[in-house]
């Protein structure tokens, strides 16, 4: 038999969320080193993600390589838009997922990454297929970010998010495979073959 204080109520397991400046504080002060994989901030659960597959590098790789290419070849590359490999993107207050890659406009007065910065989050699924199409999408829709695209290399899909809505859907959903090529919204004279992604 347990006793409770008064004016507290017995319950089962709770959760404890945690904030931003929370998650940084226990990164700086080393909490998570050693943790397999990476560790990510999502509606205030810290999680702990798969480690990260040779295929998965060369995958995300060859994102960031294509995209990079194509601003500078536009010159747009560093003068309007920074591509950002595992960079975190805080997303208000409970949020700090690191996509495989973003697309995001130059920005000097915070240290990380906010939606308003973003033209482009970029995930490479291929443990995480599930958490990218719901989860990730779902937290992504809310933030407002523009385009969300998710690259399959198994089964060479790419499936592009656009019009994110506040219930965390989004209007408009294309899936991609084959001799396809993608255009991002930020930039329509940018044509990616979908064989520079996978």
Known sequence: ?????????ERGDTEFLFDFDQF???????????????VELIEGKVL??????????SASNDVAVSLTNKLTAQGLYRTAFRVLPNAT?????????????LVARPFAD??????SDVALVVEV???T?????????????????????????????????REPQPDGTWG?????EGDAYVSPLFSSQIHIPLSELF
């Open 172 to 176: 408009s959903v294309t899936v991609l």
């Open 89 to 101: 993107l805080k997303i208000g207050e409970r949020s700090a997922p690191e996509p495989d890659v």
């Open 129 to 161: 297929r599930d958490s990218d199409l719901t989860s990730k999408s779902r937290l992504y829709a809310q933030a407002r970010i523009p385009e969300y695209w998710v690259v399959e290399p198994e089964t060479r899909k790419l499936t592009v998010h």
């Open 48 to 57: 702990q993600m798969a480690p990260t597959s040779p295929d998965h590098s």
């Open 110 to 115: 915070h240290k990380y990454p906010e939606p």
């Open 24 to 38: 940084e504080l226990m990164d700086q002060a080393g909490v998570f080193n050693g943790v397999e994989g990476r």
């Open 1 to 9: 038999m347990t006793a409770t204080n008064p004016g507290f109520e």
């Open 125 to 127: 699924s291929i443990s």
